[in-house]
């Protein structure tokens, strides 16, 4: 190397070192799901020792979760109607829709500004959502005392789907409402918008119905072996629609029939045939309970008139206490030479109660309404009929499977080596009629709350990056760096996950409060 090159060499070096610590390198925080369009700027945001909420007619409660937020900072906030001031902008604008839909959102940070658009408290609230990530993970359970430096960033974002859910099998074992909530405090972080509860099985019958009582005080008592029994009073339920709601979550309940029902034929004998005929094989003779797992051999005795009195006074009392425009049917895993007929009855009370009807694959063997919504789940059925579809195929999105072969306590019916989280990620929506995914957790056997957080964690992340982002802008490898990041994220907010060992977790082992319980996996 000539001198001269040396020195330029040097020069170059002392000018990098210079540039560097007048502007560091800004840290781009792992956002999760990817959104549509992002453009990082080379500075910061600084937050302030006081700062201003200023929010636009209609956006309050966006204002409130923005406040909450804050508060786990060392800024004082102060809330202010208006629409541009210093500190932190909120602005609903009904004319976005056009752009950005009922959930999209704009996010821009400047060195002064922190704005949030969209045309609903929906968008708004994702925006938040958004916003959180680039905050330091410890805003997740302590306050922040240390300068908080937000990136400089321009960020449009809309979903791919409309229809971005999480199911959890309350029937199997039970699940009651402080694990709901919790469930529905991590959905909306990662922008997910349905909760499907399965509220009835043969197992348990888990939600008050008050013109039916005995479906409770006897149907609720039962539980898979080693599950949790109980029930949820319509007060809780409702309670639980609310909380979600306030998070834009639609609770779908589920009515599973015409099979999977011998809790409700235990509970209300006349609901069978004579002898029993419909119970085959029978698994279990009323007033029995059934704790075993096998499904497919209870159904209500579809030759009997009444037995639509007992479904229409279900669901008439469910449409009344559900806020939100689904009614699920179940419908699944059963044969019966009147199964199309119930299926098509069933639809037409759903419909005639003012709500949308929701049913398993199955049910699109009968010529149902073209407004039924199907939802996909081991694609056997020959559909007769083209309806809406929510994508849940087991193979990809049946998160009671192992996260990793031979894990224990795992279904593995549907896949040998189980889910993995590249199956969740690498989903491919095919069908042009899908309007969104949902992945259940079945509860046979998830007996526990630490056990129901290590199978939706971090699958159901995976699965709300397939339904809000669109499939150019995702990258499997990209998307594991950017949930590492957020390992440290998941322990301060309790969640019990996986370690999935793909993943280079950012995470303190012994952060995870629940890691004595992590599942033992066999590799
Ligand atoms: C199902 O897994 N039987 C819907």
Redesign the pocket.
Known sequence: MSSLSFKLGLVLVFFQLGLSAQEPEVEKPAIIPQPAEIEWKDNFFTLQERTVVCFSSGAGASAAWLQRLLSNTYTQSYEMRGENCNGFNLNINPELEETLGKEGYNLEITASTVSLEAATEAGLFYAIQTLRQMFPAEIENEKISEEIKLPQVSITDTPRFEWRGSMLDIARSFFGTDYIKKHLDRMAFYKLNRLHLHLTDDQGWRIEIKQKPKLTELGSKGAVKGGRSGYLTQEEYKEIQEYAAARNIVIVPEIDMPGHIYSALMAYPELNCEDFSNIEPRMATPPELFHEYK?GWSKLCLDKPEIYDFVATVLGEMAEITTGDYLHIGG??IEDERYKEFVVKADSIVQGLGKTTVG?EEVTQAAVDSSFIS?R??GKTKSVVKTPVIESI?SSF?YDHANVPGQEMTNNWCKEDGVSLKDAYTFKVENPNTIGVEA?V?TEMVLSNEAADDRFWPRTIAMAEVGWTKEKKKDYKNFLERLGDQGLRLDLMDVNYFRSPEVDWNSDPKKGIFSEFMPKSKF
């Open positions: 499904v699944d895993e398993w939802q789940w081991n087991c049946y259940p079945w």
